[in-house]
């Protein structure tokens, strides 16, 4: 059977923001979208080596009131189109708009997200499958899923601690998705 990368979005794929508290924040419209310049190449590499690859991601800026639900939507699109434009394909996206006090069962670190995208692509196993992700709560989904996991740098300095502490290490840690594909392109015989 074929294997999913699922991917976090923002600080996997994109830029984040920073909020007036300095605290990382997703980009609420489409003018503060910036994807990182070797993301489309790195996502048709995975493409071309056989993974399927979709986008879980935590977007509780809706219910926070922070943004409008169109607004949060076309940012979302526009993410997925100026990846797919560059040759890339994402097979689907899995949105959580609850904040954690909601405590939902789709939330990373809960799992509802990765349940529904491989519940949507049955051809794919999750033997073999990855999280790909910015944030301890990926590393954590994964895991608990029983996915391979990738950390990807880090945006918040509690995250390294947060994983310490639940003695929780991920498959792979490393600067970027180019050094993700690096070490997928070294090691994928191993895997």
């Not at 979302?76 to 434009?85: A, E, F, G, K, L």
């Not at 509802?112 to 910015?134: N, R, T």
Request: net charge neutral; proline share 4%.
């Amino acid at each position: 059977m074929k294997n999913l990368i699922v991917l976090d979005r923002d600080g996997t794929i994109n830029k984040l923001l920073t909020d007036s508290n300095g605290n990382p924040d997703s980009p609420m419209k489409v003018s503060q979208v910036e994807i990182f310049p070797w993301v489309p190449a790195a996502l048709k590499q995975l493409n071309d080596m056989g993974f399927g690859l979709v986008i879980a991601t935590n977007q509780p800026a809706w219910a926070k009131g922070k943004v409008e639900l169109e607004a949060l939507n076309q940012v979302h699109d526009y993410i997925v189109m100026r990846i797919q434009s560059k040759g890339a394909k994402i097979l689907s996206s899995h949105v959580c708009l609850h904040r954690s006090e909601d405590l939902c069962a789709c939330r990373k670190p809960n799992t509802g997200l990765l349940q529904e995208a491989f519940d949507k692509h049955p051809e794919f196993s999750s033997f073999g499958s990855w999280m790909v992700g910015d944030r301890a709560t990926d590393v954590m989904a994964g895991d608990s899923f029983k996915l391979q996991t990738a950390w990807l740098g880090s945006t918040v300095a509690d995250d390294e601690n947060l994983l310490n502490n639940i003695s929780l290490l991920p498959t792979y840690r490393g600067k970027d998705l180019r050094d993700f594909i690096s070490f997928m392109s070294n090691n994928r015989k191993n895997i």
